[in-house]
């Protein structure tokens, strides 16, 4: 049962413009979002996160927007640049709003091109 | 790049050998998680060390276990290796036990992975 689901396997946006990519989740026990980053051959990178009790959060280009209830969040990349060509996974917790015991989506690939 | 390191990146194992690995955390963080990442999956919650105590445990048989030492490094502890056991093992270390407020951000930093492949 996938908790947290990333139904885009992958994205291609062009160098300036927005990328946009988008996390469901099922459990309402989750109150906590993070958004990462991964390189092939290194850990995930922590971008952004979000608590439950906003709906917003923004951090230079990129911003996080959560809609509880339709249990939907996704993160904003504003403008895309070549560099953040890389896999995107949400991930969720439901630990009182600590980001452990991280339930994550499948992740999505995000190409920019020139 | 974070504080948190593991050991060793790659491991070649037999079926049916045991595994250790092995994570240091990041300064100042009294939490260590571990993940297992399958081929074009996400990172799956193995379980979870809070000053030294497991601490929550995801959907993994016993042959996974662990243990967190006093300055808050970790094992990672596979017995018994299966085929399906190939994958990247991740560790994650984190500020355990604070509840966030409203202000504040907490992360969860990951280590680069321990590639292990079962054949």
């Known amino acids: 049962d996938q908790q947290v689901k990333q139904n885009s396997p992958s994205l291609s946006v062009q160098e300036g413009r927005i990328s946009i990519l988008n996390c469901d989740y099922t459990n309402s026990m989750f109150d906590y979002f993070l958004w990462y980053k991964k390189y092939p051959a290194e850990g995930p990178t922590f971008l952004i996160s979000i608590s439950s009790i906003k709906d917003k959060n923004e951090d230079g280009r990129f911003t996080v927007f959560l809609n509880k209830s339709a249990k939907h969040l996704s993160l904003h990349i504003v403008p895309s640049q070549p560099g953040d060509s890389a896999v995107y996974f949400c991930?969720?917790?439901?630990?009182?709003?600590?980001?452990?015991?991280?339930?994550f989506g499948t992740g999505t690939r995000l190409q920019v091109t020139l | 790049e974070t504080g948190v390191t593991q050991s060793p990146t790659h491991l070649i194992k037999t079926r049916g050998q045991q595994v250790t690995l092995r994570c240091s955390s990041q300064s100042g963080h009294n939490t260590v998680s571990w993940y297992q990442q399958a081929l074009g999956q996400g990172p799956q919650f193995i379980f979870q060390y809070y000053r030294e105590e497991e601490n929550g445990r995801g959907n993994f048989p016993p042959r996974f276990s662990g243990l967190q030492f006093p300055n808050y490094s970790s094992e990672l502890n596979v017995n018994a290796l299966e085929l399906d056991d190939s994958a990247l093992y991740l560790c994650a270390s984190s500020r355990g036990g604070l509840v966030v407020s409203d202000d504040q951000n907490t992360e969860a930093f990951f280590g680069q992975g321990t590639r292990l492949t079962v054949v």
């Open positions: 991930a969720a917790s439901a630990d009182t709003g600590t980001a452990s015991k991280l339930t």
